[in-house]
C-alpha cells in the first residue's frame, strides 16, 4: 500500500510540474520551415520571444490560457488535499476530496486544450508568412496529463486508506 501511494504521489507531482512547464513554454505549435513556435503567452522566431500573438486579445485563447491556470491550481490543491488526507483521515475512508479536485483539473485541461486545439492547432493564422505547422512538445504534455489526471482522479476516488 505505501509503494501504491508513494507512486501516485510521484505521478502527480510530476502531472503538476508537467501542467506547469507546458502552460509557460511557447511551443505549443512549431512551423515546419521557420525557426518559429507559438505558444499561449509570445510568438517566438529564431529565438526571440519577444513578439506577441497575432491573435492574443482573442477570447478563445483568453479562455485556454484561463483554464491551463485553473487546471495547475485545481493539481496543487489536490495533491495538497492528498497529503494532508493521507495523515488525517480515518482507516477505511476513501480520498473523495482529492479525487473530485483532481477530476476538476481533468476537467480543466479538456477545455482547454479543446478550445485551442478547435482554434488554433491546425490554423494558417499561427504564423505571418502562413507555413504549415505540427505540434510542439507543449501540446502533446498537456494531453499527456489529461490523461494521468483523469487516472490519479480515478486511483483517488477508489482508493482506501489502509
Not at 147 to 158: D, E, H, N, R, W
Amino acid at each position: 500500500m505505501l509503494v501504491l501511494l508513494a507512486s501516485i504521489f510521484v505521478v502527480h507531482t510530476a502531472t503538476d510540474i508537467m501542467l506547469f512547464v507546458s502552460t509557460i513554454s511557447n511551443v505549443w505549435v512549431v512551423s515546419d520551415y521557420a525557426d518559429s513556435s507559438v505558444g499561449l503567452w509570445r510568438n517566438c522566431t529564431n529565438g526571440d520571444c519577444s513578439s506577441s500573438l497575432s491573435y492574443g486579445g482573442q477570447d478563445a485563447l483568453k479562455a485556454v490560457q484561463a483554464f491551463m491556470i485553473l487546471s495547475i491550481i485545481f493539481s496543487v490543491i489536490s495533491l495538497v488535499v492528498f497529503v494532508f488526507q493521507l495523515f488525517t483521515m480515518e482507516k477505511g475512508n476513501r480520498f473523495f476530496l482529492s479525487g473530485a479536485t483532481m477530476l476538476v483539473c481533468w476537467l480543466c485541461i479538456l477545455v482547454g486544450v479543446s478550445i485551442y486545439t478547435h482554434h488554433y492547432a491546425n490554423s494558417n493564422e499561427n504564423f505571418y508568412n502562413g507555413s504549415s505547422s505540427h505540434h510542439g512538445y507543449c501540446f502533446i504534455l498537456t494531453w499527456i496529463c489529461f490523461c494521468f489526471s483523469f487516472i490519479i482522479g480515478i486511483l483517488y476516488l477508489v482508493l482506501r486508506k489502509k
